[in-house]
């Protein structure tokens, strides 16, 4: 049997009303056995991101700083006698830099755009071929006694921006609609629909902070300003399996450039997805599992994985795909309220003998640290491609 919902407004009779239609039979009924709440309303996403303050403006800004670069590309194939070589980002080095492509050091000698001019083979290091893409560390400079000084990149943060979203619920009773009892209330029916207005307002919050889109909005009246979600936020560390299975070399391969690059001790550590990833996630330690002859009860779970990097707090998240695993630090994220934008509810005035309540709300997320988290995504959920899921629950 479906629910019955409606935007009308509710009288006694349960009949067709002005404004809208109600669904019929809701009144002095007694059913002694009902069921308040049935579906998933839990909020796994407000457990997290915590409230952290307010803003007054309609554009928030957030910004993320690092270090110069200490590492690129090449942006060509090298043989063993090239002197100039080609990179992605010129800017991240400086004359005189002693620079390591594969097991030859190399020293710049001049800088134009992104072709470094060196000499090949420094110290007691040979020249030698290099493939395209292959990592170029940057070492530090060496720079000759009685030169000039050299120009040294110059590192700028990135910015970024969201927004708040406002939230509003209404809902209307006539007096006679809210006092006479029906099978769900027996009183103050107002006050129970405000509760569950509240309980809704909560999970749509929670579904934005991951899936919500940001738009600036403007006054025209049709283009609202929406909220950043996680998913939009999280850009820089971002791996695609092309619907391949997904296993543990895949999940400590995409953490290790990110731990290399942040630090191990700032690096994500909660590991989020929905069922069927953790599923997949206790499948790969259920082949080694061994269970005693006195063990009352075999566990099938993992919550955590403690491994090189540090250890990994696995949360479930019964709104993402099955296909996703975010990496990340709770932490670097908070829910923002407009100024005087906190949850609030209230009574319209009405010129007839109804009452029409509201509950309304100025909300927004802002998730720094991008560089620090990281989205594994697009994998097999085909269930054959895991042989241990039978035995993962």
Known sequence: MALSTTRGQFNSYGTSTTGGSVPEALVIREVGNFIPE???????????VKQKGTKEQLVWEYGEGDLAPRQDQLAEALDNSETGV???????????????????????TSISTNTLTVTRGWGSTAAATHEDNATVYILGPAVPEGV???????????????????????????????????????????????????????????????????????????????????????????????????????FLEAIQP???????????????CDHFTKRVINSWFQGSRRAGKSDAKLRLHWDEIDCDFGTFKIVVNYQMREDEIFVWNPQDSGLYTMEGGKWSTGIYETQGWYRRGFLRGDYGAIYEADSRRLRLHNYSTTRADYPLLDVAA
């Open 38 to 48: 049935v579906r998933q309303s839990e909020t796994p996403m407000l457990g997290l």
């Open 258 to 272: 990110v731990s290399n690059r942040v630090g191990q001790s700032k690096v994500g550590k909660t590991v989020m």
């Open 148 to 250: 000039d000084a050299p120009r040294s990149p110059i590192t700028r943060g990135h910015l970024f921006e969201t927004g708040p979203q406002i939230f509003e619920y209404t809902w209307e009773f006539t007096h006679r609609g809210e006092i006479v009892p029906d099978y769900e209330v027996k009183t103050n029916k107002f006050q129970h629909e405000l509760k569950k207005k509240m309980k809704e307002a909560a999970e749509d919050l929670n579904d934005l902070l991951l899936n919500g889109i940001y738009n600036a909005g403007d006054a025209s009246g049709t283009n609202p300003s929406t909220m950043k979600g996680l998913r939009e936020a999280t850009t820089t560390n971002v791996t695609d399996l092309s619907d391949t299975p997904l296993e543990l070399i895949d």
């Open 86 to 108: 080609d990179v992605d980002n010129g800017a991240y080095f400086q004359v005189w830099d002693l620079i390591k492509v594969d097991d030859e050091v190399m020293l710049v």
